[in-house]
């Protein structure tokens, strides 16, 4: 049950990815329909076993305006794959402005990283360069396409297909 299924819009456009009970209930109240089921998955009741979902396309198109992804904290994680932008570690991990806040440094998707406790106090109060540290990867916005994927899992290869058309 730990299974995302992928929303399409009416016109098949990828618009979120959603639990497995939640893409269910949308289906059982006529709101959606099952595109693509998963193999060998079936939700159970008492009387009825119902394939579990992979892809699923809403009924109505749905305008959803796009305000670009949220900026917070377990997103900047999520783009950075939870791993220390310098160090490569998974433990202990912060965030860390590249040009402090403190000189002047926004917060802002292109000035932040994951970093590891030890790292970002090596760094203190200087940029990478200044601290001796080289980045990783350069910190980019992310896009929708880029946070829809991180939910695709091997065996999920019907949604190559539509996350193409995504953001």
Request: with cysteine; glycine share 4%.
């Amino acid at each position: 049950m730990k299974d995302k299924v992928l929303i399409l819009n009416q016109d098949y456009s990828a618009i979120a990815v959603c639990s497995v009970q939640r893409a269910f209930l949308l289906v059982f109240l006529c709101k959606a329909e099952v595109i693509t089921k998963s193999d060998g998955d079936f939700l159970h009741t008492v009387t009825v076993a119902y394939p579990v979902p992979s892809i699923i396309r809403l009924q109505r198109y749905v305008r959803v305006p796009y305000f670009g992804i949220a900026l917070n904290r377990h997103n900047v994680m999520r783009r950075d794959n939870f791993t220390c932008q310098y160090c490569g570690s998974s433990k202990h991990l912060t965030l860390d402005h590249l040009l402090p806040r403190s000189r002047g440094g926004e917060t802002k998707w292109q000035n932040l990283v994951t970093a590891c406790s030890r790292c970002n106090s090596r760094k203190g109060d200087r940029t990478p360069e200044e601290a001796g540290l080289k980045l990783l990867r350069k910190p980019t916005r992310p896009s929708l396409r880029t946070f829809l994927q991180q939910h695709l899992s091997p065996d999920k290869h019907d949604w190559e297909t539509y996350l193409g058309a995504a953001c």
